[in-house]
T-cell receptor, first 115, second 110 residues
């Protein structure tokens, strides 16, 4: 089955460490997104990419960076992790064009804890 | 102020009840309205989408959009314990990114 996978699924790290979260997809979608989810705050967009050469900041990009290594891979980095980056992180993909409602397909999430 | 406001919940209902989940929005440019369902420890999945004002029905689920009031709803009839999840409304223009509500957690008790 075409899928969206995230690694790692869980990570505990310390303040100041550099962390990379990886996302891979076999759906053949051009659009990829990174969100964080906090209790009571819903899904907030960190970065998104419409193709390999297109990277855009979302509403909460400070403290994060991304890399689109290929159509199928989109990585999120925390250069120097801080405790308020503790959250559930989701990667999502969507098909470009056609469907205006932009259905997004989400990975299983990465639970990150920064001590 | 947030572009999308969702009734916070949590909501707890007995099996068989009718459930109403609601969102309001402020951006008139939103054209597409979606509901995602998220089970515990899973990513959200699209449940329904609508484009215009009016109702759209899919089995026990009905999505309703009132663009004049900037208000959308999801109704669940004959609710089942398997409907227990967090429901997120989402909206987008043609720009390829969606704005999500904060989610409402629903528990349906047997």
């Amino acid at each position: 089955d075409a899928d969206v996978t995230q690694t790692p699924r869980n990570r505990i790290t310390k303040t100041g460490k550099r962390i990379m979260l990886e996302c891979s997809q076999t759906k053949g979608h051009d659009r990829m997104y990174w969100y964080r989810q906090d209790p009571g705050l819903g899904l907030r967009l960190i970065y998104y990419s419409f193709d390999v050469k297109d990277i855009n900041k979302g509403e909460i990009s400070d403290g994060y960076s991304v890399s689109r290594q290929a159509q199928a891979k989109f990585s999120l980095s925390l250069e120097s992790a801080i405790p308020n980056q503790t959250a559930l992180y989701f990667c999502a993909t969507a098909l470009a064009g056609g469907r205006g409602y932009n259905e997004q397909f989400f990975g299983p999430g990465t639970r990150l804890t920064v001590l | 102020q947030k572009e999308v406001e969702q009734d916070p919940g949590p909501l707890s209902v007995p099996e068989g009840a009718i459930v109403s989940l609601n969102c309001t929005y402020s951006n008139s440019a939103f054209q597409y309205f979606m509901w995602y369902r998220q089970y515990s420890r899973k990513g959200p999945e699209l449940l329904m989408y609508t484009y215009s004002s009016g109702n759209k029905e899919d089995g026990r689920f009905t999505a309703q959009v009132d663009k004049s009031s900037k208000y959308i709803s999801l109704f669940i009839r004959d609710s089942q314990p398997s409907d227990s999840a967090t429901y997120l409304c989402a909206m987008n223009t043609n720009a390829g990114k969606s704005t999500f509500g904060d989610g409402t957690t629903l528990t349906v008790k047997p």
